[in-house]
């Protein structure tokens, strides 16, 4: 599962006017893109990222590397990492195990990332996506399923909702569950249910079902990790994959109330 650790600190913007170069996948100016990441975003990711995202030891995806020109290089070669920055899941990953983006972080990431993509996604962005599919699910089949009982969910160190129950590490897992499902609707909350796929062009296609209520407790111990360790019950398992399921066909037929802040394509 892809676990994106994001930095801490944020340096001054610089102006790149007058560099020239092939232009970058997205259409814009590559060569200034690509400096204006060495120059000023891999600075301040390799403090704070590399450390667990140097390598791909204990389940943790490579994503970069001490030196710039590798980091950029490897970030350009992973999906969803490099691409508009309404698609991009190094802006919307959110909280994990590792931190979110400041509001400063965030900013010099979409900067970069517009340098890369300075042309809107002609297609559905996966934030406009997002949001449809939170207004595509239902409280009475988030019930009905019995997705709420993770919260419960008894673990080495006591129940998922003991940890979880006002978002910790970006899993809301909590005891209440009207709050929990409207945190599950929304971002950063509903990127632990559903992963992104991308098409070549690295533009946002479809979901795929993230796991990761399951997974991390599961893999604990395989990965390394210091999360709890506890062995879901299959009935349980199936709760989230129902709800995940019926929910998706409401989007995939656009049977839903259009989010507001929805901008359609």
Known sequence: MLLVALCAGCGDTISTTGLQ?????????????RQFYLDQVHPELV?????????????????MAEDGETSYDTLKSLPGMVTHP??????????????????????????WL???FPTKPIKRTQVQALALL??????????????YKFAYQ?????????C????????????????????????????????PVYDK?????????????????????????????????????QSLVDFLAVSMVHYDAENCATPADEDAP
């Not at 403090?47 to 994503?63: E, G, M, N, R, V």
């Not at 939170?134 to 997705?147: N, Q, R």
């Not at 978002?167 to 599950?184: L, Q, R, S, T």
Request: with cysteine; proline share 6%; charged share 25%.
């Open 154 to 162: 008894q673990t080495q160190f006591g129940p998922c909702g003991a």
């Open 201 to 237: 062009d690295k533009e946002f296609i479809e979901f795929r079902p993230s796991n990761r209520f399951i997974d991390k407790p599961e893999l604990s111990n395989q990965c390394g990790s210091a999360h709890p360790s506890a062995l879901i019950p299959a009935k349980l398992e």
């Open 86 to 111: 309404d698609n991009s899941n190094l802006i919307h990953h959110g909280a994990h195990t590792g931190p979110t983006l400041t509001l400063a972080q965030e900013t010099l990431t979409r900067e």
């Open 134 to 147: 939170g207004s595509c699910m239902e409280f009475d089949e988030f019930i009905d399923t019995g997705v």
């Open 47 to 63: 403090q704070s990222c590399a450390i667990c995202h140097k390598s791909s030891a204990d389940c943790t995806p490579k994503l």
């Open 114 to 116: 517009s340098r890369e």
């Open 21 to 33: 170069g092939e232009g970058g996948e997205g259409g814009g100016d590559g060569f200034s893109a």
């Open 164 to 195: 979880h129950k006002t978002g910790e590490a970006g899993a809301w897992i909590g005891y209440n569950p009207e709050e929990m499902f409207v945190k599950n609707t929304r971002l950063p909350w509903i990127k632990r249910l559903v992963h």
